[in-house]
């Protein structure tokens, strides 16, 4: 902040003197008569200096503010891209989940076809075993399926 100056008259001789503000006095450079600051001008200077302080309070509480502001905007966006990425996450979790069990679903599916074609097959097996044995009085047939191959057609 630049030096302020009081500009005045000597009263005695009328020359231009200046005061530094608050300085509380000084001689005549001309006359050597002693001279009193006015008291008025020192009074306006102070209340220009507490305004200024004001400004420079009223603009430091404006910045701060500004940054509060900012990082509660910052912090937000934060927090909903977090929420966005939580829910995509858990949307990606329950897309995986979903085709987890589909999958799981499709195997079940698939080990029944085949448990059903097993039994079918056995079964058929079976009626050709029954049609083809002798009656218990006749001979004894000339094939017979082993015991494995009635429970495994794959082992016959």
Known sequence: MAEVANEMKCPNCGASLTLKVFQE????TFCGAEVEPDPTFELAQ????AGQVRV????????KAEAQADMVRRVSEMTARGYRQAANAERGSRRASLFVGVAIAFLLLMVLVRVLRERAYYDKMMQQTVATEPAANDAPAAKTMS????R???HR
């Not at 102070?46 to 200096?49: G, L, Q």
């Not at 420079?56 to 910045?63: K, L, P």
């Not at 015991?147 to 009635?150: I, K, L, P, Q």
């Open 25 to 28: 006095g000084g001689a005549c």
């Open 147 to 150: 015991s494995d191959a009635r």
């Open 46 to 49: 102070m209340r220009e200096r």
């Open 56 to 63: 420079q309070e009223a603009e430091a509480e404006a910045r």
């Open 152 to 154: 495994h057609p794959r």
